[in-house]
């Protein structure tokens, strides 16, 4: 590992930061995916989607808290 004072280590060193960054995002995206995929079959007798274009917002609110969620924990997991 180059030092870290160094021209080479901080590169190094925004390069790991970036990659993170990408690995946190894409982790993310496939998380949100899935849980919301999930979600949608687990509650059959609602449209969810449908609902939220009503303006139901007890619906958009339970899909924020799902997103917020999922967010939280894909976070502490990368």
Same mark, same amino acid.
């Given at each position: 590992?180059?030092?870290?004072?160094?021209?080479? !280590?901080?590169?190094?060193?925004? %390069?790991? @930061?970036?990659?993170?960054?990408? =690995?946190? @995002?894409?982790? #993310?995206? #496939? !998380?949100? !995916?899935? *849980?919301?995929?999930?979600?949608?079959?687990?509650? =059959?007798?609602?449209?969810e989607?449908?609902?939220?274009?009503? !303006?139901?917002? %007890? &619906? *958009?609110?339970?899909?924020?808290?799902l997103? &917020?969620?999922? %967010?939280?924990? &894909?976070?502490?997991?990368?």
């Amino acid at each position: 590992m180059p030092d870290p004072n160094s021209l080479m !280590g901080l590169l190094t060193q925004y %390069g790991r @930061a970036v990659g993170w960054s990408i =690995t946190a @995002a894409v982790g #993310f995206a #496939f !998380g949100i !995916g899935i *849980a919301l995929k999930v979600f949608d079959m687990l509650s =059959t007798e609602i449209n969810e989607w449908e609902e939220i274009k009503k !303006g139901n917002m %007890g &619906v *958009a609110l339970i899909f924020v808290s799902l997103i &917020v969620m999922v %967010g939280l924990l &894909v976070y502490k997991v990368i």
